[in-house]
């Protein structure tokens, strides 16, 4: 396929964990991927090994920086058919320790980043009828100990999908959301000790982690045109934790 027919995905987050598992399914289907990250080493360490890829280091979570990366999709892409805010940090503690600027730095990346990142490629996205996916978390579909923020600003993005799904409907957009189980990238192994890795396994119908593979699939269907009818919704890719009440004998 030439390059100029591949089509064109935007995907933050995108130097490791999910995001990097999201881009390589989107380049094995045949699309070409701009791949954001605020982390400029690990960005350009992996994009370095793969073809088809535009590496841009950026903050989505700051007004000027999405500014720059949609100057440079526009100059080098001139396109876009499908946007995936996946970039996202974590925070867990309790809350009468939260402080502040850990709650608004969780909000930044998590919450402002996709509108900032929406906005700013909706005229784009409308010229090629294309596709939004917001990565939420289980974390915004249940509230759990220790994750007031990350949990919130989740449950936030999964209400900002749906605001967005009906608003940008009529440009021929659809906004749709995958909300992950665990699955073991570095964010998770940072936070989840043997006690939380066992509780999940209890948890989750299917009694195990998800692989990051697992996610980017329900993420680039979402963008594909096999999904055309298919908007304002949050796809759980979560091994059925979500279906389920308390787990009784
Ligand atoms: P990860 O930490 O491996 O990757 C996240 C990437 O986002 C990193 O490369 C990081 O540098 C980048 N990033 C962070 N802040 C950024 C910013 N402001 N601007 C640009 N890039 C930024 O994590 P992951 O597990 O692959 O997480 C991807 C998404 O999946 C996140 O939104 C996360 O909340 C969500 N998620 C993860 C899990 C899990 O268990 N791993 C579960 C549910 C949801």
Redesign the pocket.
């Known amino acids: 396929m030439s390059v100029e027919a591949r089509p064109k995905a935007l995907v ?8 990097l598992a999201t881009t390589k399914l989107f380049l094995e289907t045949g699309w070409q991927v701009a791949m ?4 400029g080493d ?2 350009h360490r992996t994009a370095g090994k793969l073809d088809h890829v535009r590496a841009i280091v ?4 700051d007004p000027d920086q999405v500014l720059r990366i949609e100057q440079q999709v526009a100059e080098h892409f001139g396109g876009l058919r499908a946007l995936v805010n ?5 925070d867990f503690g309790p809350i009468r320790q939260a402080t502040f600027e850990r709650w608004r730095a969780v909000m ?3 919450l402002d ?1 996709p509108f900032l990142m929406t906005q700013a490629f909706t005229d784009m996205l409308a010229r090629r009828r294309g596709a939004v996916v917001n ?5 915004g579909v249940r509230a759990s100990t220790l994750r007031v923020a ?1 949990g919130t600003s ?1 449950a936030a993005l999964a209400h900002l999908t749906l605001q967005q799904a009906v608003e940008l409907g009529e440009l021929g957009i659809r906004v749709n959301a995958v ?10 192994l940072a936070v989840h000790t043997p006690e939380i890795r066992a509780a999940y396994h209890d948890a989750i119908p299917l009694n195990r ?1 998800g692989r ?1 593979e697992e ?1 980017a699939q329900a993420i680039v269907f979402l963008c594909s045109d096999a999904a055309s009818y298919i908007t304002g919704q949050v796809l759980g890719a979560d091994g059925g934790f979500s279906a389920a009440g308390v787990g009784l004998p």
């Open positions: 933050t987050g995108a130097a490791r964990g999910i995001g954001v990250d605020i982390d690990e960005l950026a903050d989505v979570s996946n970039a996202g940090v974590a930044a990346t998590n980043g990565v939420t978390s289980i974390s990350y989740k909300a992950p189980g665990p699955v073991d990238t570095k964010l998770a982690y990051e996610i």
